[in-house]
């Protein structure tokens, strides 16, 4: 998917430092909603709905390479890429069917 696990495995980063970098990119997307939506004290940073779209990219990324980290190899991580999102995706759709 876009090169993430080939990028993961040339990037030296460790997973702990992955994981701030994903606490990092939240920060970030946080920061961007609160600016596009006006929230109070945060308005003046003149963001709009594309900026938080890039941050939400930019987190999606980050956490993607933490699951590449953790995978054994390519295949291991195309598996349960697709495993989790099945899975996650059918717990949140089940929570909203309640």
């Not at 998917?1 to 997973?15: A, C, H, R, Y």
């Not at 929230?39 to 930019?58: C, F, H, I, Q, W």
């Not at 990324?61 to 995706?89: G, H, N, P, T």
Request: proline fraction near 2%; hydrophobic fraction near 45%.
């Amino acid at each position: 998917m876009f090169g993430i696990f080939e990028l993961t495995q040339q990037d030296p980063k460790t997973l702990q430092e992955r994981s701030l970098k994903l606490a990092e990119e939240a920060g970030e997307l946080a920061q961007a909603v609160l600016a596009a939506t006006g929230a109070p004290g945060s308005a003046y940073k003149n963001m709009t709905l594309a900026d938080v779209r890039e941050e939400a990219a930019d987190a999606a990324i980050v956490a993607l390479s933490i699951l590449a980290q953790a995978s054994a190899d390519r295949d291991e991580f195309d598996a349960e890429l697709q495993r989790l999102m099945r899975e996650k995706c059918a717990k949140w759709q089940d929570k909203l069917a309640e």
